[in-house]
């Protein structure tokens, strides 16, 4: 073990102790279907605000991974997968149950909601509604509560409905509508919600010390289809019973015995984006803010004559270039007057704009002649100035080991428009052309659980300031997908669905060649132009505007694009003959507490028109997790099954995982289907998010790194 | 042309001032790196002293950390240490108000004056600490020093006469103690806390 392991493995001991208040309580623990809950059944209780939890369960022939995110502190959402083995196996041939599948995959969506939190006497309480937009098979309703008995015991008890309903029903509420198999699912099945037999469960839990605990639980579950129908498994009883191992601060184990007559288990794997691994940014020090020596001291050190000083630009600059080189600045732009130096900076290793912003600034203090009172600082994103910070130089030397310094530092700054660079300047002679590439593992998925993993290479040349040429290739090592099983026809032109046909057609694709031209043509407006290969599928030209003043919540943005579908080989045309302008007008609006909100409103691929709405939420290390629906003008048969397009997207930056500074990150939406209604081309680098990072609602949110 | 005289001096002063802080120092903490790999305890004081700067050795059991450190630079009472590893400690006369490159660190503080802490007087301090969604936490506390006697403390071979002092915190809803080993006015040796997921770090000035 070297030295950080040791550190880590220290830390996350520390961060364990540290994480137990003086009482100790019992967290949360998740069911078989990845949501508070004591062992098949859900509990009353809610996770931690903002944690994500991934639970693998197993018994009985069915598998459910289940990926639960606490988006506020009382409303949790979750996406489920689940696959049920020997499907058909006790089916007769010809039997109306013969549905064909060997293996029964589903996917579905679940929401909870948090309506009373546990006090000293009151239970906390939890109404959810699970599979609430799917095909039905899984869907339920339920109201539990769970009261906690000092810090070791916890009791919880419900009624369900729907599957939950199913087992030892103590009354009915009206009729439930029968589960209909060729119904495409993915509305919001409202005319089923707390409808017919209802049925209560009960659960206890005994945490015996900090690792293990034992469970119990009555489930109202009677399993009618797997057990009853299709004898999957035996349900005797409606009791299980487990043990459950904690296993560091985010993993739990879990050992049972499910319904008299199966062996179970459930892996469950809880992570705080709040809260990083390593406890912190590890990383390096900054450099010591340099010291300029008293005006009374030394006056001639203040005098302004070195700007007309032969070869002393190009010493500071090369100077400062050193100095910045560190932490992965470049010098995009200096100038300076006597009294006040402007810096365009291109930061590309540091994960937090407040950082890298603290540490050009203490390069500056470090390199500037003393009669520089006054340091611009304005970040360069695909070569457009996103924001410009004015620092007080005497701020920054009389602040820097004050208590509390990154509040004080925050109220005299200045974060304004970044305007136009002041004409003439430096920068640094490497910066262009400038060459990048890199190659990383990745995954495609030509189906949920089939796909393929491989190598992605992705490369960039930008040619001169805001203009780029790019790429990116994949090259598969191992595939478990062979044949689409699940493709279905689509009533749509197949912009999306047929993305599977892509996949197989070829190990290696082309995903990306393009020319992006960014531009900053006016105050609190971006532009962009892209073309060639802009995906995968589509190839054409992309143009963009985007008007976000730095300080405002609200962003307004326009798309217009022309493309043609690309061949699945991926070069012509002629095999799809589809070319479709699509474009749409976005709003975007920063909600506050890290919550942020978009509509788009346009024509998608497929031609249909209407419009997307998401919601996310970032915690302030860059962790994303959001929800998306895009309803538009193309039935819900035109569209298939799921009836319209809706997802969770995920976006984890590396530096989370790491602990050290470093940009880049990984994105990934979670779909129930691939369809293609509700389509939007997939472009590299599109405005909004270039230049958020930069803006008040991030800068606010990192500022405590200022001084990192 | 007499300011240009004085003015060209003051570019080049810079910037070789800051080549010499850049070229320099960290020459000695990359040197004591290869120290540490050996056994820090073991190491002979006079090899330490060879160095010809200070140093102190940092200790932080909670994220183990043991590092050796020199100081990097000073402004008035307020001295930065630097180790191989990136990490920084300054103190204010001896007393920790700041860490960087640790993960949990402690990003600013307002303390006592080490003379306060050795007469015992009762003094507030604040910690701001690198917490959940990377902003700073802050926690107040009331701060009562009581001398525990003298203790002779050996550090590398030479015996120290130090009178220790534990410094014990409050504020609502939690505590913390800070010892010092005060030789003379100067404080030789010291376990001061850096934050809730660090802990204390013990902090032992070897080579003045």
């Given at each position: 073990?070297?030295?950080?392991?040791?550190?880590?493995?220290?830390?996350?001991?520390?961060?364990?102790?540290?994480?137990?208040?003086?009482?100790?309580?019992?967290?949360?623990?998740?069911?078989?279907?990845?949501?508070?809950?004591?062992?098949?059944?859900?509990?009353?209780?809610?996770?931690?605000?903002?944690?994500?939890?991934?639970?693998?369960?197993?018994?009985?022939?069915?598998?459910?991974?289940?990926?639960?995110?606490?988006?506020?502190?009382?409303?949790?959402?979750?996406?489920?997968?689940?696959?049920?083995?020997?499907?058909?196996?006790?089916?007769?041939?010809?039997?109306?149950?013969?549905?064909?599948?060997?293996?029964?995959?589903?996917?579905?969506?679940?929401?909870?909601?948090?309506?009373?939190?546990?006090?000293?006497?009151?239970?906390?309480?939890?109404?959810?509604?699970?599979?609430?937009?799917?095909?039905?098979?899984?869907?339920?309703?339920?109201?539990?509560?769970?009261?906690?008995?000092?810090?070791?015991?916890?009791?919880?008890?419900?009624?369900?409905?729907?599957?939950?309903?199913?087992?030892?029903?103590?009354?009915?509420?009206?009729?439930?509508?029968?589960?209909?198999?060729?119904?495409?699912?993915?509305?919001?099945?409202?005319?089923?919600?707390?409808?017919?037999?209802?049925?209560?469960?009960?659960?206890?839990?005994?945490?015996?010390?900090?690792?293990?605990?034992?469970?119990?639980?009555?489930?109202?579950?009677?399993?009618?289809?797997?057990?009853?129908?299709?004898?999957?498994?035996?349900r005797r009883s409606p009791f299980n019973f487990g043990v459950e191992y904690q296993r560091g601060d985010v993993m739990r184990l879990g050992l049972y015995s499910m319904y008299g007559a199966e062996i179970g288990f459930n892996?469950?794997?809880?992570?705080?984006?709040?809260?990083?691994?390593?406890?912190?940014?590890?990383?390096?020090?900054?450099?010591?803010?340099?010291?300029?020596?008293?005006?009374?001291?030394?006056?001639?050190?203040?005098?302004?004559?070195?700007?007309?000083?032969?070869?002393?630009?190009?010493?500071?600059?090369?100077?400062?270039?050193?100095?910045?080189?560190?932490?992965?600045?470049?010098?995009?732009?200096?100038?300076?007057?006597?009294?006040?130096?402007?810096?365009?900076?291109?930061?590309?290793?540091?994960?937090?704009?407040?950082q890298a912003i603290g540490r050009a600034a203490r390069a500056l203090s470090r390199v500037m002649p003393a009669s520089v009172e006054v340091f611009e600082i304005v970040p360069v994103v695909r070569g457009m100035g996103v924001?410009?910070?004015?620092?007080?130089?005497?701020?920054?030397?009389?602040?820097?080991?004050?208590?509390?310094?990154?509040?004080?530092?925050?109220?005299?700054?200045?974060?304004?428009?970044?305007?136009?660079?002041?004409?003439?300047?430096?920068?640094?002679?490497?910066?262009?052309?400038?060459?990048?590439?890199?190659?990383?593992?990745?995954?495609?998925?030509?189906?949920?659980?089939?796909?393929?993993?491989?190598?992605?290479?992705?490369?960039?040349?930008?040619?001169?300031?805001?203009?780029?040429?790019?790429?990116?290739?994949?090259?598969?090592?191992?595939?478990?997908?062979?044949?689409?099983?699940?493709?279905?026809?689509?009533?749509?032109?197949?912009?999306?669905?047929?993305?599977?046909?892509?996949?197989?057609?070829?190990?290696?694709?082309?995903?990306?060649?393009?020319?992006?031209?960014?531009?900053?043509?006016?105050?609190?407006?971006?532009?962009?132009?892209?073309?060639?290969?802009?995906?995968?599928?589509?190839?054409?030209?992309?143009?963009?505007?985007?008007?976000?003043?730095?300080?405002?919540?609200?962003?307004?943005?326009?798309?217009?694009?022309?493309?043609?579908?690309?061949?699945?080989?991926?070069?012509?045309?002629?095999?799809?003959?589809?070319?479709?302008?699509?474009?749409?007008?976005?709003?975007?609006?920063?909600?506050?507490?890290?919550?942020?909100?978009?509509?788009?409103?346009?024509?998608?691929?497929?031609?249909?028109?209407?419009?997307?709405?998401?919601?996310?939420?970032?915690?302030?290390?860059?962790?994303?997790?959001?929800?998306?629906?895009?309803?538009?003008?193309?039935?819900?048969?035109?569209?298939?099954?799921?009836?319209?397009?809706?997802?969770?997207?995920?976006?984890?930056?590396?530096?989370?995982?790491?602990?050290?500074?470093?940009?880049?990150?990984?994105?990934?939406?979670?779909?129930?289907?691939?369809?293609?209604?509700?389509?939007?081309?997939?472009?590299?680098?599109?405005?909004?998010?270039?230049?958020?990072?930069?803006?008040?609602?991030?800068?606010?949110?990192?500022?405590?790194?200022?001084?990192? | 042309?007499?300011?240009?005289?004085?003015?060209?001096?003051?570019?080049?002063?810079?910037?070789?001032?800051?080549?010499?802080?850049?070229?320099?120092?960290?020459?000695?903490?990359?040197?004591?790196?290869?120290?540490?790999?050996?056994?820090?305890?073991?190491?002979?004081?006079?090899?330490?002293?060879?160095?010809?700067?200070?140093?102190?050795?940092?200790?932080?059991?909670?994220?183990?950390?043991?590092?050796?450190?020199?100081?990097?630079?000073?402004?008035?009472?307020?001295?930065?240490?630097?180790?191989?590893?990136?990490?920084?400690?300054?103190?204010?006369?001896?007393?920790?108000?700041?860490?960087?490159?640790?993960?949990?660190?402690?990003?600013?503080?307002?303390?006592?004056?080490?003379?306060?802490?050795?007469?015992?007087?009762?003094?507030?301090?604040?910690?701001?600490?690198?917490?959940?969604?990377?902003?700073?936490?802050?926690?107040?506390?009331?701060?009562?020093?009581?001398?525990?006697?003298?203790?002779?403390?050996?550090?590398?071979?030479?015996?120290?006469?130090?009178?220790?002092?534990?410094?014990?915190?409050?504020?609502?809803?939690?505590?913390?103690?800070?010892?010092?080993?005060?030789?003379?006015?100067?404080?030789?040796?010291?376990?001061?806390?850096?934050?809730?997921?660090?802990?204390?770090?013990?902090?032992?000035?070897?080579?003045?």
């Amino acid at each position: 073990m070297n030295r950080r392991n040791i550190r880590w493995a220290a830390l996350s001991a520390a961060a364990l102790v540290a994480a137990s208040p003086a009482i100790a309580e019992m967290r949360p623990s998740l069911s078989f279907y990845g949501v508070p809950g004591v062992i098949d059944m859900p509990s009353g209780e809610a996770m931690k605000d903002g944690s994500v939890a991934l639970t693998t369960s197993y018994f009985g022939s069915q598998f459910r991974t289940t990926l639960t995110f606490q988006i506020t502190p009382r409303i949790s959402g979750s996406y489920r997968f689940t696959s049920t083995g020997n499907w058909n196996d006790a089916i007769a041939p010809g039997d109306p149950l013969d549905d064909g599948y060997t293996r029964y995959n589903d996917r579905s969506f679940d929401l909870r909601i948090l309506v009373l939190e546990e006090g000293n006497y009151l239970p906390s309480v939890t109404v959810g509604l699970q599979d609430f937009v799917g095909t039905g098979k899984n869907s339920a309703e339920y109201i539990a509560a769970t009261k906690s008995f000092g810090d070791r015991f916890k009791v919880t008890a419900g009624l369900g409905w729907g599957r939950f309903g199913s087992y030892n029903d103590i009354g009915s509420f009206g009729e439930r509508p029968p589960v209909y198999d060729g119904d495409l699912g993915g509305n919001p099945s409202v005319d089923h919600w707390f409808r017919g037999p209802v049925a209560p469960f009960a659960g206890v839990e005994w945490q015996v010390n900090d690792k293990w605990t034992v469970k119990a639980e009555y489930s109202s579950d009677a399993y009618d289809e797997v057990s009853g129908d299709r004898r999957i498994f035996d349900r005797r009883s409606p009791f299980n019973f487990g043990v459950e191992y904690q296993r560091g601060d985010v993993m739990r184990l879990g050992l049972y015995s499910m319904y008299g007559a199966e062996i179970g288990f459930n892996i469950q794997m809880v992570m705080d984006p709040k809260r990083r691994a390593a406890g912190g940014i590890l990383g390096p020090a900054p450099i010591a803010v340099g010291q300029r020596p008293s005006r009374s001291a030394d006056p001639g050190a203040y005098g302004g004559g070195w700007t007309t000083q032969a070869g002393a630009g190009e010493t500071l600059r090369a100077t400062l270039s050193q100095v910045l080189a560190a932490d992965g600045i470049t010098i995009e732009h200096l100038s300076y007057t006597a009294d006040k130096v402007h810096l365009r900076i291109r930061n590309d290793q540091i994960d937090s704009g407040p950082q890298a912003i603290g540490r050009a600034a203490r390069a500056l203090s470090r390199v500037m002649p003393a009669s520089v009172e006054v340091f611009e600082i304005v970040p360069v994103v695909r070569g457009m100035g996103v924001s410009k910070v004015t620092i007080r130089r005497s701020d920054l030397e009389g602040l820097e080991h004050s208590p509390g310094n990154d509040a004080t530092l925050r109220s005299r700054v200045r974060i304004s428009e970044a305007g136009p660079a002041p004409a003439g300047g430096l920068r640094d002679d490497s910066l262009y052309p400038r060459f990048s590439w890199g190659v990383m593992p990745a995954l495609r998925m030509s189906e949920v659980m089939r796909g393929d993993v491989g190598l992605r290479l992705e490369a960039s040349y930008e040619l001169r300031q805001g203009l780029v040429l790019s790429g990116s290739l994949y090259q598969a090592l191992a595939s478990n997908f062979d044949d689409c099983e699940r493709c279905k026809p689509s009533l749509l032109p197949p912009v999306r669905s047929d993305l599977a046909y892509y996949n197989r057609e070829s190990d290696f694709g082309l995903n990306r060649l393009q020319l992006a031209w960014y531009a900053k043509p006016a105050e609190n407006l971006y532009s962009r132009v892209t073309f060639g290969f802009l995906e995968r599928m589509h190839a054409g030209i992309s143009t963009e505007l985007l008007w976000k003043p730095v300080d405002s919540r609200l962003a307004l943005g326009a798309e217009l694009n022309y493309t043609r579908q690309r061949d699945r080989d991926g070069f012509g045309f002629g095999e799809y003959d589809y070319g479709i302008a699509t474009g749409h007008v976005s709003a975007y609006y920063d909600l506050g507490g890290g919550y942020l909100g978009q509509v788009d409103v346009g024509r998608y691929l497929a031609g249909d028109v209407g419009a997307t709405f998401a919601l996310d939420r970032e915690f302030a290390n860059g962790v994303r997790l959001g929800a998306y629906a895009t309803f538009t003008d193309a039935s819900a048969e035109e569209f298939g099954e799921g009836s319209f397009d809706k997802g969770l997207r995920i976006t984890i930056p590396m530096n989370w995982l790491l602990g050290q500074p470093q940009r880049g990150e990984f994105s990934t939406t979670l779909r129930a289907m691939q369809r293609d209604g509700g389509a939007r081309l997939e472009i590299d680098g599109r405005l909004y998010e270039s230049v958020r990072d930069y803006h008040l609602g991030i800068l606010d949110t990192q500022w405590g790194r200022v001084w990192r | 042309m007499a300011l240009m005289r004085a003015v060209l001096p003051v570019v080049a002063v810079l910037a070789a001032g800051f080549l010499a802080a850049c070229g320099n120092l960290p020459s000695l903490p990359a040197a004591m790196d290869r120290v540490q790999q050996v056994n820090l305890d073991s190491v002979p004081r006079d090899k330490l002293r060879a160095f010809g700067s200070p140093i102190m050795r940092a200790t932080i059991p909670g994220l183990g950390i043991d590092v050796l450190i020199s100081p990097r630079d000073s402004k008035g009472d307020i001295v930065t240490w630097e180790a191989a590893d990136g990490y920084t400690f300054t103190f204010r006369d001896g007393v920790l108000i700041e860490t960087r490159g640790l993960g949990p660190d402690l990003m600013s503080a307002s303390v006592p004056a080490a003379g306060q802490i050795a007469s015992g007087a009762v003094t507030r301090r604040s910690y701001f600490y690198t917490w959940e969604n990377d902003a700073n936490q802050r926690r107040d506390y009331s701060c009562t020093p009581a001398t525990q006697g003298a203790e002779t403390l050996m550090i590398y071979g030479r015996s120290h006469s130090t009178r220790h002092i534990v410094e014990s915190c409050q504020r609502d809803g939690g505590r913390l103690t800070n010892d010092y080993w005060f030789e003379g006015g100067s404080i030789r040796k010291s376990k001061q806390w850096i934050s809730p997921l660090a802990g204390p770090g013990i902090f032992v000035r070897i080579i003045d």
